[in-house]
């Protein structure tokens, strides 16, 4: 039986532990029949042994990259041409850091420069990202990136709220540009999920507390996999005409309110 990204190759960003909505997005790439090649970012060694868990561990590479770093972002479309040849059909957005400063209820106090470092990693990058594998995306494709419903102010999240603002911004713009070069630009808004980034959030058993009072769906902090899906589908030709959306896994908690 033929998988629905047969044929497909796919670059994903973020997969740093079994727990990460990238790791899972890896694993149902591969199992729905792309090649994949990883990017990571401190810590390389980390994502290798993460991959080995993936259903085809040897015929995954990764990649150093930080998006921030505009050599590593030079270098990244003749790494990729090496180890997946001169086609990229998909690319995996899952990447955002905020500086402790700028995170934890310190909304106010918050310096400009912690502001940027999170504008610049989690909302800018998506457009560098892209833009350094266009030359590889000569017959269209599909990007997908990973936000947290900026529609409203989250308990804890400070600002990182203003940089998923930014980054579903960015995801418009992207779509209105990149549609003339058949490339689809769109986000999955996932609910909390326990992995390494859900962790580093100061107050995020609070956070997360919201799904229990008012989540439609039950939802599980520990299952990755329906954001996983979501990501998949998108990047998927099932979706051939969707361009500049944001998708909700969530349970359908941004639906309801109070």
Not at 19 to 26: D, E, G, K, R
Request: with cysteine; aromatic share 6%.
């Amino acid at each position: 039986m033929s998988g629905i990204l047969d044929g497909k190759r796919i670059l994903i960003s973020g997969v740093l532990m079994e727990s990460s909505i990238a790791f899972h997005t890896a694993r149902l790439a591969q199992e729905q029949g792309a090649e994949i090649i990883l990017t990571a970012f401190p810590r390389p060694t980390l994502t290798e042994r993460i991959a080995k868990k993936l259903p085809k561990p040897d015929d995954v590479k990764v990649i150093e990259l930080d998006v921030s770093n505009d050599e590593h972002l030079a270098r990244l479309e003749g790494l990729v041409r090496e180890h997946l040849g001169d086609r990229l059909d998909g690319v995996v957005h899952s990447i955002g850091f905020a500086p402790q400063d700028a995170l934890g209820g310190n909304f106010l106090n918050t310096p400009f420069e912690s502001v940027a470092t999170a504008m610049h990693v989690s909302a800018f990058s998506l457009k560098s990202l892209t833009t350094a594998l266009l030359p590889l995306m000569t017959e269209g494709g599909s990007v997908v990136g990973l936000t947290f419903d900026a529609q409203f102010a989250w308990p804890q999240y400070d600002w990182m709220g203003p940089a998923k603002a930014a980054l579903e911004a960015t995801s418009r713009y992207m779509a209105r540009d990149l549609g003339k070069d058949n490339i689809r630009c769109n986000l999955i808004s996932a609910g909390p999920i326990g992995s390494m980034a859900a962790k580093s959030i100061p107050g995020f058993p609070e956070l997360a507390a919201v799904w229990d009072e008012r989540s439609p769906m039950s939802w599980d902090l520990s299952d990755p996999e329906p954001a996983g899906r979501g990501v998949v589908a998108l990047l998927s030709d099932w979706f051939p005409k969707t361009t500049g959306e944001i998708i909700h896994v969530d349970g359908g908690l941004h639906a309801v309110g109070a």
